[in-house]
């Protein structure tokens, strides 16, 4: 797992770079010995991305009762870093500007202030035509996108969902928004097309804000084997846990959206592989959208005579 951070080496110019991952944090034995309410408090302060995913995944895991509140703080946790990177993070690496002022939208009002008065259509074409002859600042950013990443550019090849295998086991598979929304017919239709590329991504997260902006409620459940398995705005997270008769814990694995996206072969892997003209911006750019919840460092590319 990338709990450690991410590495990108750059090999050679005009060769995209490798991603490699740094070691698993040992989650379990920071949390071993411990109560689970003890456990279940210290879990999203040792990793303080998606702190309330990770608080309601280990109370599930742990067996614990949901604490007041916790649905509405899963929406609106969800709902901010989806317009978190339409607002901040993607206009920066697109020339566009910041629109801090979207974080304090809600509701509809938040919907037609990202994506402009009509909901996002189901067809590539009259998608198309949209981004071409609107102004709004997420649709500014999913025009930007399409610009810049052509069909087959950056793309991922059909990956298992996340959840539908054993998601401990360290194998590549789609865990992203993309993949809970990948039924929608524009991301049929942009897959298709495009491929399952930057695009796919971001329009995946538009339709997902744009849902959570119409009151839609993410899952969050505990499975029959004792999974925990809760939605993130990057995909989902997955947590399984044992204790023992005092209430201590003696088992607690954890698997994350990057860990998924980072595994060999994974959707990040393939992505820079398959990346035409990997410049430093254009590298940028896709981890951007790719959005690992890792810091990622970059090895200099050695220097040529």
């Known amino acids: ?67 007041p509140g916790e649905t509405q703080a899963l929406h609106a946790e969800i709902l901010r870093e989806h317009v978190l990177v339409f607002a901040l993070r993607w206009p920066g690496h697109l020339g566009l500007s910041a629109r801090p002022e979207l974080l304090h939208l809600a509701g509809e009002g938040l919907r037609a202030a990202l994506f402009g ?14 981004l071409r002859n609107a102004d709004a600042p997420g649709l500014a950013v999913l025009r930007r996108i399409e610009a810049q990443f052509g069909p087959g550019d950056a793309v991922c090849a059909p990956l298992p969902l996340a959840g539908t295998g054993d998601p401990f086991n ?10 809970r929304r990948g039924d929608h017919p524009l991301l049929s239709d942009i897959e298709g097309f495009y491929g399952r ?19 839609w409620q993410p899952r969050a459940r505990r499975r029959a084997d004792g999974t925990a398995e809760v939605a993130a705005a990057r995909g989902t997270y997955f947590c399984r846990a044992r204790c023992d008769a005092q209430g201590r814990v003696t088992e607690f694995a954890r698997a994350t959206p990057t860990d998924h996206g980072t ?43």
């Not at 360290?170 to 993949?179: I, K, L, P, Q, V």
């Open 197 to 215: 590329g930057p695009l796919w991504r971001t329009t995946a997260r538009a339709l997902e804000a744009e849902a959570l902006a119409q009151g």
């Open 170 to 179: 360290g194998a590549a598979c789609e865990n992203s928004a993309a993949g």
């Open 117 to 130: 008065p009509d909901p996002l259509p189901h067809t590539l074409t009259s998608f198309l035509d949209l």
């Open 1 to 67: 797992m990338a709990g450690t951070g991410l590495q990108l080496h750059w090999t050679e110019t005009g060769a995209p770079p490798r991603l490699i991952s740094g070691a698993a944090m040992p989650i379990g034995a920071y949390l071993s010995g411990r109560p689970a309410e003890e456990a279940a408090v210290l879990l999203p302060r040792i990793f303080n991305v998606c702190a309330v995913t990770q608080r309601v995944a280990a109370r599930l895991a742990l067996d614990l009762p949901p604490l």
């Open 263 to 305: 595994a060999a072969e994974g959707p990040m892997h393939q992505a820079l592989a398959r990346l035409n003209t990997p410049t430093r911006a254009r590298v940028g750019l896709l981890l951007a959208i790719l959005d690992p919840c890792a810091p990622v460092a970059e090895q200099p590319e050695p220097a040529h005579a």
